[in-house]
């Protein structure tokens, strides 16, 4: 492995963590630090991420129960974006399961579940 790819590993790391230590230490409900959801400021609807910064903070200090009141959509979107990353920059995913991930059909159907939970939030104020 190159001297550059390993530089760049190590910053990807590094950031990283700093991303997750000032999520786990600062609580985005309470600081003014983290942006505000503009689609919500705008229309007064939550979006299908709103609540996703206060999600990883609780998810973060094992407040599972307040992690799922914030976005529970994040509960099942968060493997499945694991998935998509590890298909795209590493080759830890099988061939059939890359093709799966990448198919018309799969996409189209986590687009309309993204699109009934951005609904149905909104409806039942969740």
């Given at each position: 492995?190159?001297r550059?790819?390993?530089?760049?590993?190590?910053?990807?790391?590094?950031?990283?963590?700093?991303?997750?230590?000032?999520?786990?230490?600062?609580?985005?409900?309470?600081?003014?630090?983290?942006?505000?959801?503009?689609?919500?400021?705008?229309?007064?609807?939550?979006?299908?991420?709103?609540?996703?910064?206060?999600?990883?903070?609780?998810?973060?200090?094992?407040?599972?129960?307040?992690?799922?009141h914030?976005?529970?959509?994040?509960?099942?979107?968060?493997?499945?974006?694991?998935?998509?990353?590890?298909?795209?920059?590493?080759?830890?995913?099988?061939?059939?399961?890359?093709?799966?991930?990448?198919?018309?059909?799969?996409?189209?159907?986590?687009?309309?579940?993204?699109?009934?939970w951005?609904?149905?939030?909104?409806?039942?104020?969740?």
């Amino acid at each position: 492995m190159s001297r550059k790819r390993v530089f760049s590993i190590i910053l990807v790391v590094i950031i990283v963590m700093a991303v997750v230590g000032v999520y786990m230490l600062i609580n985005p409900a309470t600081s003014h630090l983290f942006p505000k959801c503009i689609f919500l400021k705008l229309t007064g609807f939550k979006c299908p991420g709103c609540g996703s910064q206060r999600f990883f903070h609780s998810l973060l200090n094992g407040d599972l129960r307040m992690a799922a009141h914030y976005n529970a959509f994040l509960f099942g979107a968060i493997p499945i974006i694991a998935l998509y990353l590890l298909s795209d920059y590493t080759k830890l995913i099988p061939k059939w399961l890359d093709k799966v991930l990448k198919h018309p059909v799969t996409i189209a159907l986590l687009v309309i579940t993204m699109i009934i939970w951005w609904i149905t939030r909104n409806i039942f104020n969740w």
